[in-house]
């Protein structure tokens, strides 16, 4: 109910939401054009993502390859492409927060 008991202005109210939903398709295509890095090892292995979070590159320095032991290779691509996301779920949170809350709420939304 709108203070002093009048009715919204549908077209107002239509024409904010239309406007929001612009500003966050805008945002979202900021973030797919946006490189985010992460980084194990001491740097050793480095993962960029995109803001929404796609595997765009991974490089591996060629120190830390040993056919004898993959598994730590292994392990320190997941932990830079895990850090790379969480940066990029940080940059989601930043651009994305203020629309989120706009539209009435804070987090969930589909990326």
């Known amino acids: 109910m709108i203070p002093g008991g009048g009715q ?30 992460g980084e194990a090892g001491g740097g050793l292995v480095k993962a960029t993502v995109s803001g929404v979070g796609d595997l765009k590159a991974l490089k591996i320095d060629p120190k830390i390859v040993d056919p004898e032991d993959t598994d730590t290779l292994t392990d320190l691509i997941i932990a830079a492409v895990h850090t790379a996301n969480e940066n990029a779920q940080t940059l989601q949170e930043q651009k994305l ?10 987090s969930g939304l589909p990326f």
């Open 97 to 106: 927060g203020p629309l989120a809350q706009g539209l009435g709420g804070g």
């Open 8 to 37: 919204p202005n549908m077209q107002q109210l239509l024409q904010q939401a239309q406007k929001m939903q612009q500003d966050l398709a805008q945002a979202r295509e900021e973030l797919a054009n946006t490189d985010v890095d």
